[in-house]
């Protein structure tokens, strides 16, 4: 079943790179009490992933810094390793945008928004989506039709949404 806007985000954790290697994330506690953004890409490296998603993200960063969203928060079906290095390659760590790995694809497969596209040589991924979470309840959910096309679910557009 696909989340929908009012539904408490499941429990899940995630992984990213720290200090000392890859460390978990319970998305619980990521955003109990906290005011989040989460967009999530079918993979890093990615055409449409690279060249539009996460800058769309980079770009408005500050402003949603400015309507009181705690964290910035992009989730794709990788390790964390690989998202680490797409984090510094993109800019996006530099931004202050977290990148966060859902290498087993619970948190994705959970919220129901795993997709397959083998022409592509993408299975078990992610659909294309944004949305704003309060104290882990979903408020704006933003989902791609096209995995190949970021329009609703970029940066620009969730800003204007909230």
């Known amino acids: 079943m696909t989340i929908s806007v009012g539904d408490v985000l499941p429990g899940a954790t995630l992984v990213r790179m720290g200090a000392e290697g890859p460390e978990a994330v319970d998305v619980d506690v990521l955003t109990r009490g906290r005011k989040v953004v989460i967009f999530a890409v079918p993979g890093a490296f990615t055409g449409t992933c690279t060249t539009a998603h996460v800058p769309s993200f980079i770009r408005t960063k500050p402003a949603?810094?400015?309507k009181g969203v705690d964290e910035v928060?992009?989730?794709s079906v990788n390790d964390p390793f690989v998202m680490g290095a797409?984090?510094?390659q993109t800019g996006a760590n530099d931004a202050g945008i977290t990148m966060l790995g859902d290498p087993q694809s619970a948190f994705?497969?959970?919220v129901g928004m795993a997709f397959d596209?083998?022409?592509a040589g993408l299975i078990g991924r992610s659909k294309r989506y944004a949305m704003l979470v309060e104290d882990g309840v979903v408020k704006v959910l933003h989902v791609e039709a096209n995995p190949g096309v970021?329009?609703?679910s970029a940066g620009e557009a969730l800003l204007e949404a909230i």
Do not use: K
């Open 150 to 152: 970021c329009e609703m």
């Open 117 to 119: 596209a083998p022409p």
């Open 73 to 75: 928060i992009c989730v």
């Open 108 to 110: 994705t497969g959970a």
């Open 86 to 88: 797409w984090g510094e």
């Open 64 to 66: 949603f810094d400015a």
